[in-house]
């Protein structure tokens, strides 16, 4: 199993870890709904981590990262964060503010996530 593969499977069980502990505060807390579109963020950065481990396997073979495909990698994300984020508040306006909040933690876990693959894949340059 090569490197992109095993950064990508840690990435699904630490995403399946932090969408179960948001459900569950939704359910526990009968204060605050679970937003209609929940979904969308787990799933756009399952989706963004493909990416990240196509990156991380075609950089085994080549030994070097473009930094072109990183920004383009980037871009994408910021994109499509935004598009989800303007789709999750228009369409739940009642819970908005329980969308982005749950929208900046998984921003923040993802951005954190993938500073540190980064961090390691320069370290060993």
Do not use: H
């Not at 969408?19 to 605050?32: D, H, K, L, P, R």
């Amino acid at each position: 199993m090569n490197k992109g593969v095993k950064i990508y499977l840690l990435l699904v069980v630490l995403l399946l870890i932090l969408t179960a502990s948001i459900y569950a505060f939704f359910s526990w807390n009968t204060m605050v709904q679970c937003p209609k579109l929940f979904f969308l963020m787990p799933l756009f950065y399952l989706l963004d981590g493909i990416s990240l481990a196509i990156i991380l396997s075609d950089e085994e073979k080549q030994k070097k990262t473009s930094v072109k495909k990183l920004a383009l990698i980037r871009l994408i994300r910021i994109s499509g964060s935004l598009i989800i984020l303007f789709v999750g508040i228009l369409a739940d306006r009642v819970n908005m503010l329980a969308f982005v909040a749950v929208f900046v933690i998984y921003y923040i876990f993802y951005l954190v996530f993938e500073t540190m693959i980064m961090q390691r894949l320069n370290k060993k340059e």
